[in-house]
């Protein structure tokens, strides 16, 4: 078995702008049964990721804008890496998910720890 | 190498009581920096798990109450048993997480698919 691209695994990532509502934001991550949305400007390019730990933060400090949580400055792969390097990503910095994007910065995906999780499952 | 066994990633689970409020949950999961917290009785037993995406959940229902957003089937492992079991686990029932517990369901700790993820990016 050799390397694991990350093109192998990306999935679609649900994806909302920075001015929606914070309840409309929770709305589409209860919908899709994910953790992790991913902010797009009208280009389709990446701004931010926003989690449920960061709604959570919302709750914990009775913060009702979605801009106040957005996590702005967001770690990122390229569909040509493989999972050993997204998973030490993840790990130096504490994350759960990777954006996966093209060379101009476009959304093509996400990969998260379960995914990853998953891959130590298979026989 | 040989099998990971669960006890050798285990890490000590955030719990909390079912009387306890909403944000109060809320500000312990962004505290600890953790996406679950475990349920446990007066006797230190497994009574449910609520994750950010339970959090989540309530933001988007308008839910005020804890144990409206409690899970109480909660799927759990054993420390003897081993990561791909655990991956396989987690992948069918579609969770993040398994508390730990002993034979007696006395929780022992937690596993999250970040720290099994983690594992495959190890060298
Ligand atoms: C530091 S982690 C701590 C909890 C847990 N490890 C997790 O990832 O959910 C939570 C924060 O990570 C941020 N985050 C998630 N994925 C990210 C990424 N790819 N780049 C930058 N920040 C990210 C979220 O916006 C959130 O504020
Ligand atoms: C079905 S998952 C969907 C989102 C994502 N896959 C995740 O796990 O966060 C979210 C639900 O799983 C539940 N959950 C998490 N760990 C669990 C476990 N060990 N047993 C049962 N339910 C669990 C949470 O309480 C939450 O209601």
Redesign the pocket.
Known sequence: EGPVFLRSIVRPAVTCSEDEDLEAVASKLIEN???HIVVTGPDGKLTGIVT?WDITKAVAQGITDLRKVITRKVFTALPDETVDVASRRMAQHGISALPIVDSDGRVLGIVTS?DIAKLLGRR
Do not use: R
């Open positions: 049964s994910v953790n449920s379960e």
